[in-house]
C-alpha cells in the first residue's frame, strides 16, 4: 500500500525459504536460499540492508519481541519444535532530493522434526516488512490498522501444524507395522511410500505456488489498477487547477525538480542560483550575458 506521490506505504516483500537435512537423498527446492542453519532475526536484517541497498541507521525498540518468541514456540507439540525471532531497524535511501525514513521489521520462524525415511529436517522463513514516508513525517499510528491485517492467526497456525504432526505419526506407523510383519515387503513399501511423498509433496508445492502466483497477481492488477485511477484523478485535478490559474509544469533537467510559472510565456530558463526570465523567442538565450549559466526548462504534459 502507497500514498498517491508513492513517497509513504507499507511492502511485505516475498518470503524467503531455506530448509535441511542430515539426510542427504532429502533434498530442498532450488528457489531457497543456500542456508543450513537458523538464523537469528538481527543477522537476516543486515543481510536485507544489503541486499535493499539502503543505509542503516539505528535499532528500533524491539518490546514485541519476547512474546513472538514464546508465541511461536507455544506451537511446538511432540512431533515437532517450533522457534521464532523478530528484529527491527530504521533504514534510510533517497528519491531524487528527497529522503525517506524505512522502518524494516523482521520475523523468521523455524520449525524441526524427525521422520523415518526423512531424518532429522529443519525449515526456517523470513518475512520483511517495510513502512516507509518522507523523513519527519513518519508516524507509527498510520501503520496501526495496516499492522492489524497482516497478523498471523495463531488458531490456524496452530491446528495446521496440530494436522502435520499428526500424518506424520501416522505414517510411522503404518511404516513400523509393516516392518514387524515382514522385513522385505516392509522394504519396499518404505521405498513407494518415499517415491509417492515427494511426488505429492512437489504437487503440494506447485498447487501452493500456483495459488500464491493467482493472489499476486490478483494483488499486484488490483493495486495497479487503484494506483492509476488515483493518479488520473490526481493529474485531472492539478492539470485543471493549472488551467485555471494560467499555470505550466516546467521540469528543470539538471536537478529533476518541476516548477510551475506563467503559461504565458513558451519558455522558460533558469540558472544555477535558481533565477528564472521568461520568453515566448526561442533564440532569445540568456547566455553570455554575465547573470550565470542558464538552462532551458522542459514544459511537462
Known sequence: MVSPDGLSGVKQLSRMDWSWSDNAGVGKGSDCLKYRQEISAENFLKYMVNILKVDFVTDDPNPDREGFQRKIAANSNQGMTSKGDLAVATVRYRVNKIEIEDHLRVTVTCSAYSRLGSGHVENC???????????????????????????????????????????????????????????????????????????????????????????QRGTDMSMARTSDA?????????????????????????????????????????NEQGDRTQTNNINANPNGNGTGNWTLQENVR
Not at 523523513?135 to 494436522?163: C, P
Not at 493529474?235 to 488551467?243: E, L, M, P
Open 125 to 215: 522463513s523470513a518475512f520483511v516488512i517495510r513502512k516507509f514516508a518522507p523523513k519527519g513525517k513518519y508516524l507509527a499510528d498510520t501503520f496501526s490498522g495496516i499492522d492489524h491485517s497482516l497478523e498471523v492467526n495463531q488458531q490456524w497456525l496452530r491446528q495446521w501444524m496440530s494436522v502435520v504432526a499428526n500424518n506424520m505419526r501416522a505414517a510411522d506407523e503404518a511404516v513400523g507395522r509393516q516392518v514387524t510383519g515382514a522385513m522385505d515387503s516392509a522394504a519396499r513399501a518404505r521405498n513407494a511410500q518415499n517415491s509417492s511423498f515427494q511426488q505429492a509433496q512437489a504437487m503440494r508445492q506447485k498447487q501452493h505456488d500456483d495459488f500464491d502466483a493467482v493472489l
Open 230 to 270: 488515483m493518479n488520473a484523478r490526481s493529474r485531472a485535478a492539478d492539470d485543471w487547477c493549472d488551467y485555471s490559474l494560467d499555470q505550466q509544469k516546467r521540469l528543470d533537467p539538471n536537478t529533476g525538480l518541476i516548477t510551475k510559472d506563467s503559461s504565458a510565456y513558451n519558455y522558460t530558463w533558469v
